[in-house]
């Protein structure tokens, strides 16, 4: 059994992160300071022996003793990173201090959740993690990718000065039930909308493609990569590499609800990607892994969690 803090933990991937290693027998200490997190994500744990919840902002120090640290805490969607995006810059990068300072002083071992934010609007199709980005470092988006590039720096930093046991950890577009209703992410967006019979809003002409990992692919892997051998660092990426238009995502969610809901167009918002696909060679390589979960089935879970959050009441 490993003592293992979790940042970020009353989100939608930490919670099933906490899920995960709490059914694994490890005891979590969850850390959230429910910017984005709701304690609707952890209640189901929280009379769990081996899982405590403790309210911190990491952008302050925190003080406990634990063997692993998987930094999640940051919000990741734009909506929400844009709200105060100088508060997600320090989430991102004094979050990081703190908590790689954290390991350093107890010896433990320190995953970083970082994110296929990092390589910008990229140039290159797909994206391997060789490929170093096209970051605008003054855009709108700039608070959450460059928090992010900074994190990854301070990683490699730490293991390089201080020889930490480092693992960072590209995340790709992933999805799955616990999404937050209302963070304008594409996926819960469409659902809800549908769900609701609104319109159901693309950006641009549909036609640019994502990639969506289902969240127990995603959460094997982040507990996969943590338990790879000291001197495997990353950065190594983790997705789902099928494509999909946002057309057709949309398309599907209409068909699986049944909703009558119309498509309707608006301009992209600034620099968002045309194009985002992980290259996975390496998780396949390194880990063994591949996601296994196709999109129809993870969006039937994804409909069936928002079905009977509704049926719960109208707060969303
Ligand atoms: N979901 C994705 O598709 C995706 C993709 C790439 C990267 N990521 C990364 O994974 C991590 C988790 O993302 P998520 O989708 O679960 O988002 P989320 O917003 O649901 O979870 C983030 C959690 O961090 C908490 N938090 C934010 N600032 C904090 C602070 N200063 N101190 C303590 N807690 C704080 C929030 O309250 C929330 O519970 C983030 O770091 C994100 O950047 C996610």
Redesign the pocket.
């Known amino acids: 059994m490993k003592r293992i803090l979790v ?8 919670s099933h992160l906490c899920d995960q290693l709490v059914a694994r027998g490890h005891e979590v200490l969850c ?8 304690k609707e ?1 952890i209640t189901h744990l929280n009379s769990h022996p081996l899982f405590e919840f403790m309210r ?4 302050f120090p925190l003080y406990v003793e634990v063997d692993e640290i998987y ?7 734009p909506i ?1 990173y844009q709200f105060d995006p100088v ?1 997600t810059t ?2 991102s990068v004094h ?1 990081a201090i703190n908590m790689l300072g954290l390991a350093k002083r107890v010896k433990a071992k320190i995953l970083q ?5 990092v390589y910008g609007d990229p140039e290159v199709h797909p994206q391997p993690e060789s490929y170093w980005g096209r970051v605008n470092p003054t855009g709108v988006r700039s608070c ?1 990718d460059e928090g ?1 590039r900074c994190a990854e720096t301070l990683f490699f930093d730490y293991w390089r000065q201080h020889q930490l046991r480092i693992k960072v950890m ?6 799955g039930p ?3 209703p209302n ?1 304008g ?1 594409v996926v819960s967006n469409f659902i809800v909308q549908a769900l609701r019979g609104d319109d159901i809003t693309i950006y641009g002409d549909g036609l640019q493609t994502r990639s969506f ?1 289902y969240v127990d692919d995603l959460i094997s892997a982040m507990i996969q990569i943590m338990d790879t051998p000291d001197n495997f660092t990353g950065p190594i990426n983790i997705g789902n590499p099928t494509e999909f238009t946002i057309m057709a995502l949309a398309k599907s969610v209409l068909e699986l609800t049944g909703s009558k809901s119309r498509l309707i167009f608006k301009p992209l918002p600034s620099d968002d990607p045309r194009q985002r696909q992980p290259d996975i060679a390496l998780a396949k390589k390194m880990l063994g892994w591949t996601p296994s979960v196709p999109l129809r089935e993870g969006l039937e879970r994804t409909i069936a969690y928002f079905e009977q959050r509704f049926a719960r009441g109208p707060r969303l």
Do not use: W
């Open positions: 940042t970020g933990g009353a989100g939608f991937l930490g850390v959230d300071n429910f910017f984005t997190g709701r994500n911190h902002d990491i952008t930094n999640l805490a940051c919000p990741a969607s929400h508060q320090k989430t979050g959740a970082s994110t296929s934010e959450y992010k590209r995340i790709f577009n992933t999805y616990r999404m937050h963070d992410r990992c």
